[in-house]
């Protein structure tokens, strides 16, 4: 099982990126997917959370401004940023909870990582 995402770049404060990730590989079920991103120098921080239901939970600095979705026939998850801040730089990584074919386990997983870059 991996999750690969993509769609970061460069972009000009006040445009928009739209992040995904694909889950693949031997998966019975994903519960919760989410997108954390890690400033330079800082902490990895929790950006997004969507549940199997579509509940969706975000950062206090992002609402309003983020949006993340899932297809759950195609085990993708999905951040559209809107009006991108200078603040958002960083590495997007996305994450979800998942039970592979063979086990009886759920096990987190991570993608590797996408680079956001704003500029002022």
């Known amino acids: 099982v991996q999750l690969q995402a993509s769609g970061g770049g460069l972009v000009q404060a006040g445009g928009s990126l739209r992040l995904s990730c694909a889950a693949s590989?031997?998966?019975?079920?994903?519960?919760?997917m989410a997108w954390h991103r890690q400033a330079p120098g800082k902490q990895r921080e929790l950006v997004a959370t969507i549940a199997t239901g579509g509940v969706t939970n975000y950062a206090d600095s992002v609402k309003g401004r983020f949006t993340i979705s899932r297809d759950n026939a195609k085990n993708t998850v999905t951040l559209q940023i809107n009006r991108l801040k200078p603040e958002d730089t960083g590495v997007y990584y996305c994450n979800a909870a998942i039970k592979p074919r063979y086990g009886s386990r759920r096990y987190d997983y991570w993608g590797q990582g996408t680079q956001v870059t704003v500029s002022s």
């Open positions: 590989g031997s998966i019975s079920s994903i519960s919760d």
